[in-house]
């Protein structure tokens, strides 16, 4: 909680001071959550669930019952790692509204993990009338980290296309292997021997 109190350009400074790597297009819930990932995330071993984090880490979230900052939002981590995700969702359209311009101010200040549009679709249904709910993420995906000590995601994807392509290793020759190479291509990978 002491995190609220402070300011962004409070919470910037202590990151700094931490030596994390932060830049001024992040807003005060993109600071709290590098500063927690930085410092506190690896540390949970144990299986311990983080409540109600900051308003503006999770704009689909309802608003916390006693602290209008929070939201009512858990995470479990294990390990290190986070496994679980939930939160109860924000069913009043007027506050996902005024979330959606928050996530647009930051994206125009350029937060890259800030939503820069606002969903009309999403808000109308919502005007419609949208019953208290909840959910529960256990992605198969973190679980498989988990299982098999991977830290990055990318190592547990099943499916090849959704990883990032691996750049292909640009090697330079030597003018004798690239004349070799000339040779094999226009040899039609006939073998030269040479005596």
Known sequence: MIFLAKSEAELYEAAKGMGIEVDVTMGKGKLIDEIFGAKCEGNYIQPTFITDYPKEMSPLCKQ???????????????????????????????????????????????????NGVIDEDFLRALEYGMPPTSGLGIGMDRLMMFLTNNSSIQEVLL?????????????????????????????DNKWIWVY
């Open 64 to 114: 916390h019952r006693d602290n209008p900052e929070l939201t009512e939002r858990f995470e479990l981590m294990v390990c290190g790692k986070e496994v679980a995700n939930a939160y109860s969702e924000l069913n009043d359209p007027i506050d996902q509204r005024e979330r959606f311009e928050d996530q647009m101010r930051l994206a125009e200040k350029g937060d890259d993990e800030a």
């Open 159 to 187: 499916f090849p296309q959704m990883r990032p392509e691996k750049k292909q290793v640009q090697i330079e020759l030597a003018d004798e292997e690239k004349l070799i190479v000339t040779l094999l291509k226009t040899n």
